[in-house]
């Protein structure tokens, strides 16, 4: 499963999930620039790693909607978690950074 953070998709479906369920094309739609394939594809991926839930409701036409798992919830726990890691040492990065690229070239 861990392999499937470093998928492109992932963590944005997931933050976009957050706030509830959601059809397909809100899903779509709130990530901007995902094809059609790559978030079906991504979906199955995240159902089968038991993140998130499918549900399909019965109309017509029938619709789909996706969810967070509770699996899925204490992941984007985590995930925040390291967001904010990143934001509270994003000066100390930089600076190495600068450090490392000033260095003479070996």
Known sequence: MIRRLGERWTIPILV?????????AGVKKSLGGVS??????SLKNLERD???SRFE????P????YSLTRLGEALLE??????????????????ARRLYDGRPSA
């Open 16 to 24: 976009a999930l957050r706030g509830g369920g959601l059809r397909f």
């Open 36 to 41: 059609h394939r790559m978030l079906v594809r």
């Open 50 to 52: 038991g993140l998130v």
């Open 57 to 60: 409701i019965t109309g017509t």
């Open 62 to 65: 029938p619709q789909v909607s």
């Open 78 to 95: 985590e995930v925040d978690a390291l967001l904010r890691w990143q934001r509270d040492n994003d000066p100390a990065d930089c600076a």
